[in-house]
Structure formats: structure tokens, C-alpha cells
């Protein structure tokens, strides 16, 4: 597979913050009455504020905003066993070496983003693309196409890396390439992405002609 830049999606495909997530939004499940186990299987790869409206059918803009600012400071203030996903640290470094460019592209918001992209020790790219950026966010292609855009790249010309299904899904509408790292088997079009990995680390990034770059896959 060729490109000329990446797009990285943050949570769970750079850095492990699933016990971070798992805590903040099953102690919030819980304060609402609600089921944690659907409220985790609805909110992966996807903008707080859009779980937020979904399982909070009928109250006030205002009340779910409220939600939202608590839940957000939650988030961001935790970061206790955070950490970078294997061969991520690495692939960023390598990547910054051939100047290759490369954004994040997270549904999280400034202050979990940071506060999570700060505790898994990653390098820091020029472009990072947060929810406050999008008026739609994953699985809709806005995020990625400004990823695209913001690196002065065509969407066919930028490679996605995402572990969720609603990010699998923005990638593809949003027409680049999708690299697919610890997917859920019954992740929607998964079947249409590029490569399917269990790990970064065995990603391997080689210059061509043209300002392309190489991706091919190593034995880990």
C-alpha cells in the first residue's frame, strides 16, 4: 500500500485508555439508572456529546451539556493506567524521521485528548483534529476529511489507522485508505479496508518515488 500521510485515530489505536473509559462511563451508566454494558457497547469511536444525546432521549439541550462538562473533567483529570499501544511510540518516531505527515483524529475533546495523548508519551503531531473541530463526528467522514485537508493532502492520498467500528466506517466514507488495528470481528465494511492488524507493531514504512511512502507488513 502507497500514501503520503497518516491519520491516526487516538483511543485504543495509539494509546490504551479503555480502563479509564470503562470507569468514567460505567460510574456515569450507573448514576443514570442506566445499563454500563450498553452504554460501553455504544460508545466506542464515537463523540461524548453524541452518546450523551442517545441515552438521554427527551432532556434539555442544557441538561446534557451539563452531563457533558462532568463527564469531560472525569476524563480528562484520569488518566491512572494510561499507556501507548505496541509499536505505536515507535511508528510515530519513525514516521517523523522520513517526514512523513501524519495527524491524530480523535472524537475525544481538547482536554481528554491531550490529557491522554500527553500520558501515552507519543510524539507530538502538527495537525491534531478533536471534537470541538467537526460538526459530525465519527462515523460521518467530516473528521477525516479535515484530517486530510488539514495536511494539505486528497483523502485517497492519506491512510486512516483506527480500532474502532465507527471510525473503520469514517475512513471509508470519508475515501482513503483504512488500516484496521484490533477491530471488533463484526465491525460493519471491514471486509473493505486495506489491512487488518492486531498490532502496529508490525507496520513497516519505506519512502518511494514521488513523495509516496511504502506500507507493508513484518513478521513481529
Not at 443514570?32 to 442517545?54: E, N, Y
Not at 478533536?130 to 485537508?149: H, I
Amino acid at each position: 500500500m502507497k500514501c503520503k500521510g497518516f491519520l491516526f485515530d487516538l483511543d485504543g489505536t495509539l494509546v490504551d485508555s479503555l480502563p479509564v473509559v470503562e470507569r468514567a462511563w460505567s460510574n456515569w451508566a450507573k448514576s443514570r439508572s442506566l445499563d454500563p454494558a450498553v452504554v460501553l457497547d455504544f460508545i466506542h469511536g464515537k463523540q461524548a456529546i453524541t452518546s450523551l444525546r442517545h441515552f438521554m432521549p427527551g432532556e434539555s439541550e442544557e441538561a446534557i451539556q451539563q452531563q457533558f462538562r462532568l463527564l469531560e473533567r472525569t476524563e480528562a483529570e484520569d488518566t491512572d493506567g494510561i499507556s501507548a499501544l505496541p509499536g505505536a511510540v515507535a511508528l510515530l518516531q519513525r514516521l517523523d524521521q522520513l517526514s512523513i505527515p501524519w495527524a491524530i483524529v480523535t472524537s475525544g475533546t481538547v482536554p481528554v485528548a491531550h490529557a491522554r495523548h500527553a500520558a501515552g508519551e507519543l510524539a507530538t503531531p502538527e495537525i491534531f483534529i478533536t471534537a470541538e473541530l467537526v460538526a459530525k463526528g465519527k462515523p460521518n467522514p467530516d473528521p477525516y476529511l479535515l484530517g486530510a485537508q488539514r495536511l494539505g493532502l486528497k483523502p485517497e492520498e492519506c491512510v486512516v489507522v483506527e480500532d474502532a467500528p465507527a471510525g473503520v466506517l469514517s475512513g471509508l466514507a470519508a475515501g482513503c485508505k483504512v488500516i484496521a488495528v484490533n477491530a471488533p470481528d463484526d465491525t460493519p465494511k471491514l471486509e473493505q479496508v486495506d489491512l487488518v492488524l492486531k498490532s502496529l507493531a508490525v507496520l513497516q514504512v519505506e519512502p518511494v518515488q514521488g513523495g509516496e511512502f511504502l506500507i507493508s507488513v513484518i513478521d513481529a
